[in-house]
């Protein structure tokens, strides 16, 4: 799933708090925990997200996230399992972490919720980079470094040879 526009899903830290990313690639651990691909749990707004094991889940545009046993063969039957729990905290009160996490600035208490935040599920939010384009900018910033470092070798050459011109003149 993606979040749409602004906003944040909500996810363990290492050390027990909240942390917030957009990465969406989400998982189910054998134990029914909802995760990240990177194995932080997803964070509902009564803790951890769970489903019933071996379960099909269906994420709806408001976080409501929903669990089917697949056994059954009906498209009803769809138990409401928990709402992630999506934020929207001003970007100055966060800080990036080593890990990649966004965090809250110290100090500050963790985000509250915000009903305003949508999900899109069934994809995945892509690079907000070209790469080509990137590489492109790469290269031409390099060539133009090395012509700014040549010009000022040869300012350089040019007033050595003035203040000899200058000694012996």
């Excluded at 909240?18 to 932080?40: K, P, S, W």
């Excluded at 999900?119 to 080509?132: A, F, K, R, T, Y």
């Amino acid at each position: 799933m993606a979040v749409s526009g602004e906003g944040w899903m909500v996810v363990q830290a290492p050390d027990g708090g909240e942390a917030y990313t957009r990465v969406g690639n989400l998982q189910v651990g054998a134990d029914g925990q909802i995760t990240t691909m990177g194995g932080r749990a997803v964070m509902g707004d009564n803790g951890a997200m769970t489903v019933p094991p071996g379960s099909q889940v269906a994420i709806a545009s408001n976080g409501l996230v929903g669990a089917r046993d697949p056994a059954s063969g009906t498209l009803t039957g769809i138990a409401e399992v928990g709402r992630l729990k999506l934020v929207n905290p001003p970007t100055a009160d966060l800080v990036r972490g080593d890990d990649g996490l966004f965090r809250m600035r110290q100090g500050l208490p963790p985000a509250e919720a915000d009903e305003a935040v949508t999900v899109v599920s069934g994809v995945v939010e892509g690079s907000n980079v070209n790469p080509v384009e990137a590489m492109v900018a790469m290269i031409s910033n390099a060539r133009s470094f090395e012509m700014q470092m040549k010009s000022l070798q040869t300012a350089d050459i040019n007033a050595q040879a003035a203040n000899k011109l200058l000694a012996y003149g």
